[in-house]
Nanobody, 121 residues
Framework: QVQLVESGGGLVQPGGSLRLSCVVSGKFFSVYRMGWYRQAVGNQRESVAHIKSDGRTLYTDSVKGRFTISRDNAKNTMYLQMNSLNPEDTAVYYC???????????????WGQGTQVTVSS
């Protein structure tokens, strides 16, 4: 069974920084695309950033220049460095990944349980 576990959330003041981590564990062959999503109270879940296995990245406009997504394929871990945080970034942040669990060229999508990020003075 594949699990995605996030960590690194917490309370930070406006202008501050946090670094989120997501570890993929369990029995699998490889991890393809990985991404971060977030959901604020009363809002739909939205995409934040994605990273492919070759390192190519994609960001939503509101976080460009402030957030950096990265991954360590050897550790099956993805990171999200968040700088210049503002109250609008307050949300539960979820890790998402496409994982090859069969050894064939197809993937299964998995979600983490989420980690709370609160930006407040």
């Amino acid at each position: 069974q594949v699990q995605l576990v996030e960590s690194g959330g917490g309370l930070v003041q406006p202008g501050g920084s946090l670094r989120l981590s997501c570890v993929v564990s369990g029995k699998f062959f490889s991890v393809y695309r990985m991404g971060w999503y977030r959901q604020a109270v009363g809002n739909q879940r939205e995409s934040v950033a994605h990273i492919k296995s070759d390192g190519r990245t994609l960001y939503t406009d509101s976080v460009k220049g402030r957030f950096t997504i990265s991954r360590d394929n050897a550790k099956n871990t993805m990171y999200l460095q968040m700088n210049s945080l503002n109250p609008e970034d307050t949300a539960v942040y979820y890790c998402n990944a496409d994982v090859n669990v069969t050894g064939r060229d197809r993937s299964t999508n998995y979600w983490g349980q989420g980690t709370q990020v609160t930006v407040s003075s």
